[in-house]
């Protein structure tokens, strides 16, 4: 049996002697910049090959989750199940902001670029921690936005780092020195619309999506010139027939209790919706370079709770959604949850893997994980569904349609898994040679009620509240499934919901934080716990891996997450086995 390995971080300040006192010998603090040591890494360009080659680039890690396929596997092995025991501390960078932390890092021949709330970047050496530049942005008076002020990273892109700000801001920097180069609102900040999700980078272009379909906007996905900012293409997320057709169940065959003679009575008074209905887009698209095509996740419907002054299907909100890379234009999608009403809108991002079809045979798929509990695996060519996985959360109530009561009320509707997933936001990672996909899940029991209200022009538009309910169990899951047939292969229960990713390691090693602050290495074949560290606050940021002189490093955010109001925290750890 395997020993599994506890490391643990003081809580407070972090200094040389918590970390001794922890077992952490050597590890170099850097904070807020500050550091005994320098930074020596020089900054390098990136090109468009490098960016195409990243799934076999052990070196850096160059995308939000690793590739262009989205895999989050990182392919080098120097820390690998033998060894894992031995992982400790390299550095810890504290930034300045001390808020919900879900970046990415992106790394660079040695430099690492990360993001906190607020849409802060910081450069740094990779080796070290020491600080580089830093990238304060001067936000609009309106930051409206949804759950927590955070970012999730950077693109990294020739000479320039691209990052979306809350402010609705596409901005480029100066790779070397972290000054703007140009920047672009897409998106406006009154209206609702705000920017936590990284861009994209690709074939000259920045792709960004938008947040907002808690406010009543209209989502789209954007295309921009990486050299000066102009826009190329804008594709909308709501066609101005949002109607559908009219579907009463969801892909695994569960009544929706629709009303759809009052839906249909709705749309011949009002008209659709399209305008404010939402649908936003919260993460990175997934990128086929060979067929020139995107593949990406819209979110929920505004006002999220109300379905009644918003009639049909409302597409394309919670749906995979297929575009021509080079024009914007509409390929295919598929909808998960036509008109929901319980905010379990498509979040976590999409991933490219070959997969078997309903006949066995190997075919170009994509996946998502969906806040319903299920991952769903479909044919890249035109988007239909292959089949979808074993339920990874309790589906009980599932459907159950709110209520017009309070919240808490002992009649208000009770569904499960909640609001939040399911698979929240948190992108998967994947073992191709496996057939493997690893999610983390929560479970978080809430109650449902409806209020109807109008349009309230920029200002939050639930139509509503869900609410968790004291006393309920909350908890989460890592769940690995077998893509090829939909089954689980195992499934380990945590005691708070999972919400931040994982990375997966050609080591045999799955990472994973949750949000009592342990980091820990989980064995991918059986789920065992080989390793654990105390961080000192939530670890809700997916984690990424590289190199540097030879060695292998594993990095995370420990900074908590507004979004299930996990411990706060402001700090970049990298771990190394020597």
């Not at 199940?81 to 960078?93: E, K």
Request: proline share 6%; hydrophobic share 35%.
């Amino acid at each position: 049996m395997t020993k599994v390995v506890n490391q643990s971080l003081l809580l407070g300040s972090i200094c040389a002697a918590a970390m001794a006192a922890a077992g952490v010998a050597g590890a170099q603090e850097v904070k807020n910049g500050s550091s005994s040591m320098a930074a020596t890494a020089a900054i390098t360009s990136v090109s468009q090959q490098q960016l195409n080659n990243a799934a076999k680039d052990g070196a850096n890690f160059l995308h939000t989750n690793g590739n262009y396929d989205q895999t989050r596997y990182y392919p080098n092995a120097q820390i690998n199940r033998g060894n894992v025991g031995h992982l400790h501390p390299a550095w810890i960078f504290s930034t300045e902001v001390k808020e919900s932390l879900e970046t990415s890092p992106i790394i660079v021949d040695g430099v690492m670029y990360v993001t906190t709330s607020f849409s802060h970047v910081y450069a740094l050496d990779a080796k070290t921690g020491a600080e580089i530049w830093h990238y304060k942005p001067k936000l609009g008076p309106v930051t409206t936005f949804c759950c927590g002020p955070n970012n999730r990273g950077v693109a990294v892109y020739e000479d320039k780092v691209y990052v979306g700000t809350l402010d609705a801001k596409l901005v480029a920097l100066d790779a070397k020195t972290g000054s703007e180069v140009w920047s672009q609102q897409v998106g406006d900040p009154e209206k609702g619309y705000s920017e936590t999700m990284a861009p994209t980078a690709v074939d000259g272009k920045i792709l960004i999506g938008t947040n907002g379909g808690e406010y009543g906007i209209r989502g789209f996905v954007k295309a921009y010139d990486a050299k000066d900012g102009k826009l190329i293409w804008s594709f909308d997320t709501i066609p101005e027939n949002s109607v559908g057709v009219w579907a009463t169940k969801d892909p695994t065959g569960r009544d929706e209790h629709r009303d759809i003679d009052a839906e249909k009575a709705a749309l011949a008074k009002n008209g659709d919706p399209y305008k404010t209905l939402g649908g936003g887009v919260w993460q990175n698209p997934s990128v086929d370079l060979a067929n020139k095509r995107i593949y990406f996740v819209v979110g929920n419907p505004s006002p999220d709770l109300d379905g009644s002054i918003r009639p049909g299907d409302n597409l394309y909100t919670d749906s995979l959604v297929s575009l021509d890379l080079d024009t914007g234009k509409y390929v295919c999608h598929f909808q998960y949850v036509p008109h929901d009403v319980w905010d379990l809108d498509a979040v976590s991002p999409t991933v490219l893997v070959n997969a078997a079809d309903k006949s066995g045979k190997m075919i170009p798929a994509v996946m998502h994980a969906g806040k319903t509990g299920y991952i769903y695996v479909h044919d890249r060519k035109d988007c239909s569904l292959i089949r979808f996985s074993d339920p990874m959360v309790d589906q009980k109530g599932r459907w159950t349609l709110p209520t017009p009561t309070q919240p808490l009320d002992p009649n208000s509707a009770r569904m499960f898994p909640g609001a939040n997933g399911g698979v929240e936001w948190s992108p998967l990672s994947t073992d191709p040679s496996r057939n493997m996909a690893f999610a983390i899940n929560l479970h978080q029991p809430m109650t449902y009620t409806v209020a109807s209200a109008a349009y309230p022009d920029g200002k939050l538009w639930l139509g509503g509240a869900f609410t968790v309910i004291p006393g309920e169990e909350s908890f989460g899951n890592v769940t690995a499934v077998d893509y090829n047939n939909g089954k689980i292969a195992w499934q380990v229960k945590t005691p708070q919901p999972m919400i931040g990713g994982s990375l997966v390691t050609a080591g045999g090693l799955l990472f994973t934080g949750e949000a009592n602050g342990w980091f820990k290495a989980y064995d991918t074949a059986n789920g065992k716990v080989l390793w654990q560290f105390q961080t000192g606050a939530g670890v809700n940021a997916p984690p990424s891996s590289y190199e540097v002189g030879g060695k292998q490093y594993v990095v995370v955010g420990s900074g908590g997450n507004a979004q299930i109001n996990s411990k706060r925290g402001n700090n970049i750890i990298a771990f190394t086995i020597e």
